[in-house]
């Protein structure tokens, strides 16, 4: 997945998935990029969401770390793109960062998580052979705890990891990645950040993902071939990609 954080990188997104089979588009525009946008700006982003191999909206949410667009700039735009997903069926990437509360309750508030947006979706199916509901709701390089992580899916979200799953000192992930059903996460690069052990301290590459999934391997105590398998099949399917 090619994620798009603002207009410029949305479009390159998708030129990117029009000239290479095996990459798809994800537009939207980052918190961080949200201060001098416009009604129009949005309206562009819903036209390149139409295109071909455009998968999801994203990356949408929250950063109150760096701040470098106003709280309620960040909420404005976070809310107008959740309904931007919502008016066209599309799955949500979301980033949120030391906005733990503002970001799941906006969710919330905008129907992100509600039955009828559900009923859009296939359902998820566990494993042991039955089925719940799916929002289509990602929550990109999960940083959260066990019990955030396990509210958002009863909510029917899902979670990825990224690279600080293999940091030595990351407790929190690992423990997300033990309580989690495999069923509901997704392992990611967000290349060229967070890179994984071994490569700390360089730039990430996406190949580098396979890092990340061992680690969840060996967090489950599965097999690293079937953590890559289901993994690849839950990303696959919530981003609509047969």
Same mark, same amino acid.
């Given at each position: 997945? #090619?994620?798009?954080? /603002?207009?410029?990188?949305?479009?390159?997104?998708?030129?990117? *998935?029009?000239?290479?089979?095996?990459?798809?588009?994800?537009? !939207?525009?980052?918190?961080?990029?949200?201060?001098?946008? /416009?009604?129009?700006?949005?309206?562009?982003?819903?036209?390149?969401?139409?295109?071909?191999?455009?998968?999801?909206?994203?990356?949408?949410?929250? /950063?109150?770390?760096?701040?470098?667009?106003?709280? #309620? #700039?960040?909420?404005?735009?976070?809310?107008?793109?959740?309904?931007?997903?919502?008016?066209?069926?599309?799955?949500?990437?979301?980033?949120?960062?030391?906005?733990?509360?503002?970001? =799941? %309750?906006?969710?919330?508030?905008?129907?992100?998580?509600?039955?009828?947006?559900? !009923?859009? $979706?296939?359902?998820?199916?566990?494993? %042991?052979?039955?089925?719940?509901? %799916?929002?289509?709701?990602?929550?990109?390089?999960?940083?959260? !705890?066990?019990?955030?992580?396990?509210?958002?899916?009863?909510?029917?979200?899902?979670?990825?990891?990224?690279?600080?799953?293999?940091?030595?000192?990351?407790?929190?992930?690992?423990?997300?990645?033990?309580?989690?059903?495999?069923?509901?996460?997704?392992?990611?690069? #967000?290349?060229?950040?967070?890179?994984?052990?071994? $490569?700390?301290?360089?730039?990430?590459?996406?190949?580098?993902?396979?890092?990340?999934?061992?680690?969840?391997?060996?967090?489950?105590? =599965? /097999?690293?071939?079937?953590?890559?398998?289901?993994?690849?099949?839950? *990303?696959?399917?919530?981003?609509?990609?047969?």
């Amino acid at each position: 997945m #090619d994620v798009g954080c /603002d207009l410029s990188s949305s479009l390159q997104s998708v030129k990117n *998935a029009g000239e290479n089979e095996w990459c798809y588009a994800v537009v !939207g525009i980052h918190p961080h990029e949200v201060s001098d946008i /416009d009604e129009m700006e949005i309206s562009l982003i819903e036209g390149l969401a139409k295109k071909e191999k455009v998968q999801a909206i994203g990356e949408i949410g929250l /950063d109150y770390h760096y701040m470098h667009s106003t709280k #309620d #700039d960040q909420q404005k735009w976070f809310r107008e793109q959740i309904r931007l997903a919502n008016k066209l069926k599309m799955p949500i990437v979301i980033h949120s960062r030391e906005a733990a509360k503002d970001t =799941m %309750d906006i969710l919330i508030e905008e129907g992100a998580f509600s039955d009828e947006r559900k !009923g859009w $979706f296939p359902k998820r199916t566990l494993s %042991d052979g039955s089925q719940v509901s %799916d929002a289509r709701v990602l929550l990109h390089c999960y940083s959260g !705890g066990v019990e955030q992580g396990m509210e958002y899916i009863k909510l029917g979200g899902t979670l990825s990891m990224a690279g600080p799953l293999t940091y030595k000192n990351n407790k929190k992930s690992v423990e997300v990645v033990k309580q989690i059903p495999i069923e509901y996460l997704l392992v990611e690069t #967000d290349a060229p950040y967070l890179t994984p052990e071994p $490569f700390r301290g360089k730039p990430n590459k996406s190949p580098y993902v396979e890092h990340t999934a061992r680690r969840m391997a060996v967090i489950k105590g =599965m /097999d690293y071939e079937e953590v890559a398998r289901i993994t690849c099949e839950n *990303a696959k399917k919530f981003f609509n990609i047969r």
